[in-house]
């Protein structure tokens, strides 16, 4: 299949939006991480997004929308509570899963009863969603299982030749998926962490009287634990996975620079090629921007081991970066 490169220009984004109208795969920007698109009423678009990335098709996409009425036609049951989080959040990176609509296919659902609909920030998403004039189905655009792309060639490199376009635009802003929230009428619960915190969430939530919860999966992530299943299906795959074999190194910064240089040494003796991942020095919201990207530079760079440096997890942005990091690392953590 032949791939269009697509710029930013208006003519552009109309083309794109002409594409998902008639059933075609678009890739785009958005603030948190590229997505694929596809129109999230048309079954067989849908179906072809779960072939481009090699996606198991248990696992649901996010719905996107431009405005916010759009909410009523994708959800049976708007609640004061997805309003409070509406009216706080979205445009954003929060992503709702609510009551579906029944008209919503299956497929795009992955028979479930829920939705996840998400409010994009990025003006480009936005502007590409109106052009379509349907709600758009999109999970990250990366080959199933790889790190999430967060810049065009990311995209270009997992997905030319298998979807219509690819919208080249900037580097995203976030550099993380959006959180993932199940609102229930008393209850909201954090499946996927991200740029939005839980205690953003518990703050917008004061007046509500619905509590908030963390998925206790998120919780039971570190070393030693039993990995539990989460209740977003997304979550329980090895995912956001380098080529490279990942550990992580955690305890005091001074010992685990100590280890992480032992244990390279005895790897480059064996004749491997490695590669540091730390991001302590810098502010939170640069590590999250650069996460996905360093691993797959490492990866271009032919590295075969990645020594990654945990992060102090303060329940912030550094519990997002965490979260992916573990499961990039396929949980595999050395604690000095
Ligand atoms: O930032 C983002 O959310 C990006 C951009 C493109 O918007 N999209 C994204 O989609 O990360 P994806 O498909 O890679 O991740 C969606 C996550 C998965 O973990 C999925 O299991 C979960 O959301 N999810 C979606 N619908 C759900 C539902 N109804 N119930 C539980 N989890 C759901
Ligand atoms: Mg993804």
């Known amino acids: 299949m032949d791939t269009k490169i697509l710029s930013t220009i208006e003519e552009d984004l109309k083309e794109a939006g002409r594409i998902l109208r008639g059933g075609g795969l678009v890739a785009f920007p958005t603030e948190t991480v590229y997505g694929l698109g596809a129109d999230a009423m048309n079954t067989e678009a849908v179906a072809k997004v779960y072939k481009a990335k090699g996606r198991p098709s248990d696992n649901p996409m996010i719905i996107h929308i431009a405005e916010r009425e759009h909410l009523y036609k994708l959800s049976s049951k708007v609640t004061p509570v997805m309003e409070t989080l509406a009216d706080k959040f979205w445009p954003g990176p929060l992503t709702m899963v ?9 497929t795009t659902t992955g028979g479930l009863d829920t939705v996840g609909i ?3 920030a990025s003006e480009t998403a936005r502007k590409i969603i109106r052009y379509a004039d349907c709600p758009i189905a999109a999970p990250s655009a990366n080959l199933s299982g790889k790190p999430s792309p967060t810049r065009a060639v990311d995209v270009i490199e997992d997905l030319a030749g298998r979807v ?16 993932v ?16 915190s839980p205690n953003d969430i518990k703050e917008a939530l004061e007046d509500t009287g619905a509590r908030l919860e963390i998925d206790s999966a998120l919780l039971k992530q570190s070393a030693g634990d039993e990995v539990q299943t989460p209740k977003a299906p997304g979550m329980k795959y090895r995912h956001y996975a380098p080529k490279a074999e990942m550990i992580i190194v955690s305890g005091a910064y001074k010992n685990v620079l100590e280890k992480i240089s032992e244990i390279k040494k005895t790897r480059e003796h064996a004749g491997q090629k490695v590669g540091i991942l730390d991001l302590t020095g810098i502010d939170e919201e640069k590590a999250a921007r650069r996460f996905f990207s360093c691993l797959r530079d490492m990866d271009s760079e032919g590295v075969d081991l990645i020594l990654a440096v945990a992060l102090e997890d303060r329940g912030g942005l550094d519990f997002a970066i965490m979260n992916r990091m573990f499961k990039s690392a396929g949980y595999k953590i050395l604690e000095v």
Do not use: H, K, Q
Request: proline letters at 9%; a negative charge; aromatic letters at 0%.
């Open 98 to 106: 609510v009551m579906r609509n029944p008209d919503i296919p299956d």
């Open 118 to 120: 998400r409010l994009p």
């Open 164 to 179: 219509d376009a690819i919208v080249e635009g900037e580097d995203c802003e976030i550099g993380l998926e959006s959180t």
């Open 181 to 196: 929230v199940m609102v229930e009428e008393d209850r909201v619960t954090v499946l996927r962490p991200g740029r939005i």
